[in-house]
């Protein structure tokens, strides 16, 4: 039923120190309302939404699918008893506004994914498949290129029963898992097939923003926008390294609130007719990292986010 991550919703104390953070992670910011809304450069979809707010918070998450799976996901809702809310923020879209079981809010609405915007795919040299001839792959001005964003890939929140959320996004929105330890973790995909995972689940007292993850042109450009980011003084959480789950390449660093942005490449892509994808159920450090610079602090999995009195 959904088909796509649109876009995410964060409140945050401080709208300009927001910017000042997504526009050096390489997005283009631009005011909506009192909101900052954030693109990634030559595509026309929101990726992240800042509200203006008295503590950093994970908002809401907004999802696409088409005409008959916004029906089909009305219908869920109302046989599996989720209250269909009116819309708790103003940004300009129909669709259905509801609670998953941490409490957060989810929206969905009848929107597809827009085309990444055309860029010329970088070629390189690999045993028996050479590319690249008569030409170099790096020069001395290549650690001046600034990282551009192509799409927001996925999101990881907390929340304090896995097990419960896995069976509300499988069960009412159709989503499926692509592998899980346990009830610390799981990452789920669209059931339309795609990307190994647009939704993360992990285990926290309470819910929260763990990270959200931007695609870009390969591992050089991970590290470029993950040195240019502690260049700044922003911290670098986790990397460079390798996951397991996704397999894809990944470098962390925190935001303004503790939160993280993710910068990715090489994700598995799974398909629709997905028979074959065996889900590994294991312990976390198995899902981590094939191979990382440093192991993972143990404030990697801490949950900075406030608990919410509501």
């Known amino acids: 039923m959904i088909r796509s991550l649109q876009h995410v919703g964060v409140t945050v104390p401080d709208l300009e120190v927001g910017r000042s953070f997504y526009e050096a992670v390489g997005l283009e910011a631009r005011m909506a309302g009192e909101h900052l809304v954030l693109r990634c450069k030559g595509r026309a ?11 950093k918070r994970l908002s809401y ?61 970088p070629e390189s040299n690999t045993p028996g498949r050479y590319r690249r001839i008569g030409q170099r792959g ?12 192509l799409r927001l890939g996925h999101l990881i929140k907390f929340t304090p029963d896995v097990d419960r959320s896995i069976d509300f996004y499988t069960q009412v929105l159709g989503m499926k898992v692509s592998d899980r330890a ?3 973790i799981a990452f789920l995909r669209c059931g339309c097939g795609g990307d190994h995972h647009v939704l993360g689940l992990a285990k926290s007292s309470h819910s929260g923003l763990h990270h959200l993850s931007f695609e870009v042109m390969g591992i050089d450009e991970i590290e470029l926008g993950a040195q240019h980011l502690m260049s700044l003084g922003y911290e670098s959480a986790f990397g460079l390294g390798r996951h397991v789950a996704g397999s894809n390449y990944f470098h962390y660093i925190r935001d303004p609130w503790d939160s993280m942005v993710e910068y990715f490449w090489d994700i598995d892509v799974i398909p629709e007719d997905d028979s074959e994808w065996l889900a590994i159920d294991g312990a976390p450090p198995d899902l981590i990292a094939v191979w990382a610079t440093n192991p993972p602090p143990e404030a990697f999995i801490q949950n900075f986010e406030a608990a919410r009195d509501e």
Do not use: N
């Not at 089909?72 to 809702?77: F, G, K, Q, Y």
């Open 138 to 149: 790096c020069t001395p001005s290549s650690k001046l290129r600034r990282v551009t964003p």
């Open 61 to 121: 998450v907004s999802f696409g699918t088409d005409a008959e799976g916004l029906q089909t996901i009305r219908e869920s809702l109302s046989y599996h008893g989720v209250v269909i809310h009116p819309a708790p923020f103003d940004i300009g879209q129909d669709g259905l506004w509801f609670r998953d079981p941490s409490g957060d809010w989810v929206h969905v609405t009848d929107a597809d994914s827009m085309p990444l915007a055309p860029l010329p795919t």
């Open 182 to 184: 346990g009830d610390k």
């Open 45 to 55: 979809q929101d990726q992240v939404r800042l509200m203006p707010g008295t503590t």
